[in-house]
């Protein structure tokens, strides 16, 4: 965790826009305390770090390190950190009016923590991932597309998502489209062997064809657009850097200041002071 993250030792309001969904990070401190509450939509709670209790009515659910709670709409609810171990979470609203078209979807979701298989509980941290980049994005959609996530994280939680097919059965097309498509998704994708998996095909298939069609390899590449759109965060918005890293699809934070500081020559907190320098000296 970045030393320079606010910790919080109050719980951070929960402004879910009228439409339905807020996605937002708390940190908390030593002393962060939580008073009971209740609240009028569903809260799902991903751990990124610490451990825990979340008490849902007279019920406890332990929490560690990746692990996703649900928090039914209309359950009294608070958290207590373990001592020494405060946590740090990453928090999905959604108000029931979503699902409205799919009731069933809202009596599925379990209460407490989820057990879920390793891919499935990655995939809801992905998805919570690319929520925290939409939540901040200006292109039209991103409510409709904030909304087609939240579903379908709470469809994993639920155990009712069905299973993606597989793209097209030409290589070279589907690695052009997968290119395109990698502009939009550089902060959840994983590895090449999961990559390759994806599109059915080999590694080193996969990486013939990628090389064919950007001239990069996948890392050099993917890690470009990863550091593109950190650079536009530290400048652009007060972000925490920790909160960035984990946006921008690095899931270590020293290995975040390793690889901005190759690309950058300059640290993510030194970047960020350069930046605004820059805007202050444009506006005399």
Not at 84 to 104: D, F, I, N
Request: hydrophobic letters at 40%; a positive charge; one cysteine or more.
């Amino acid at each position: 965790m970045d030393q320079n993250t606010p910790r919080r030792s109050k719980p951070q309001d929960e402004r879910v826009p009228s439409w339905g969904i807020y996605v937002f990070e708390s940190h908390h401190a030593a002393d962060f305390h939580m008073d009971w509450r209740k609240h009028a939509f569903v809260k799902v709670l991903v751990v990124g770090s610490g451990s825990g209790t979340v008490w849902i009515g007279q019920t406890a659910h332990p929490c560690r390190v990746g692990d996703a709670l649900v928090v039914p709409a209309g359950q009294r609810n608070r958290i207590e950190d373990s001592p020494g171990a405060p946590l740090s979470l990453y928090v999905l609203c959604v108000r029931p009016a979503v699902w409205s078209m799919e009731p069933e979807l809202g009596q599925a979701l379990p209460a407490g923590a989820v057990s879920l298989h390793e891919p499935a509980a990655q995939r809801v941290r992905e998805l919570v991932r690319r929520m925290l980049y939409l939540q901040t994005s200006t292109q039209t959609g991103a409510r409709a597309h904030l909304t087609g996530l939240a579903l379908q994280a709470l469809a994993i939680l639920a155990g009712l998502e069905a299973r993606s097919p597989k793209a097209g059965d030409d290589p070279k097309v589907m690695m052009r489209q997968y290119v395109r498509e990698l502009s939009q998704r550089f902060y959840e994708v994983d590895s090449i062997d999961s990559e390759a998996a994806r599109l059915g095909v080999s590694r080193r298939r996969f990486t013939q064809l990628f090389r064919a069609v950007t001239g990069q390899t996948w890392l050099a590449y993917t890690q470009q657009l990863r550091i593109d759109h950190a650079r536009r965060l530290l400048a652009e918005t007060d972000r925490t850097v920790s909160s960035i890293a984990f946006e921008c699809g690095f899931g270590d934070l020293s290995n975040f200041y390793r690889v901005f500081s190759r690309f950058e020559a300059v640290s993510p907190l030194d970047y960020r002071r350069a930046a605004a320098g820059a805007v202050q000296c444009n506006r005399r």
